[in-house]
């Protein structure tokens, strides 16, 4: 499996897939420290950065998966609650463009458990209507972190 991932920051995906044999083609991700962590560690996988730029290097479709996690803090009860009338809430539907455009067969994506309340369910529901726009079906629910072997409660849609 081949798969880029957006926002990626240490890149957990790469982690947890790496016994699978799945391959990143390239990464994502603006912020400075995880970024060289990911050249530390993938110094053979790009790191495109700024995701809203994606017309500019993303090419072809040589993906099969596209991952990411865009940010939760519009959606989080830790932020504003702004869902995608914020830029960074906004993300979400770049997400979707780079869908369309990569047309990968599997796509990933992780947000707080929050983001199906935010703006009364209107902003989930915007992101699986774009969803099904572009041709896919989707399956979602609520997982815990502490489940699959991490000593931590972090529960993500």
Not at 4 to 18: K, P
Not at 123 to 145: H, V
Request: aromatic content about 14%; some cysteine.
């Amino acid at each position: 499996m081949r798969y880029g991932s957006v926002c990626s920051g240490i890149e957990a995906a790469t982690v947890a897939w790496h016994g699978l044999g799945w391959e990143p083609q390239w990464f994502s991700e603006i912020e400075q420290f995880p970024s060289a962590v990911l050249n530390h560690h993938y110094p053979d996988v790009p790191n495109y950065g700024d995701m809203t730029k994606y017309k500019d290097w993303i090419n072809d479709s040589t993906v099969d998966l596209l991952v990411g996690g865009t940010p939760c803090q519009r959606f989080s009860v830790a932020g504003l609650r702004k869902g995608l009338e914020d830029p960074r809430g906004n993300l979400s539907l770049t997400f979707i463009a780079m869908a369309e455009r990569l047309k990968p067969k599997w796509i990933v994506w992780e947000n707080v458990p929050v983001v199906l309340s935010s703006n009364r369910g209107r902003d989930f529901g915007s992101f699986l209507s774009a969803l099904g726009n572009i041709g896919y079906g989707w399956s979602y629910r609520i997982l815990d972190s502490q489940y699959f072997g991490v000593p931590q409660r972090r529960r993500r849609v």
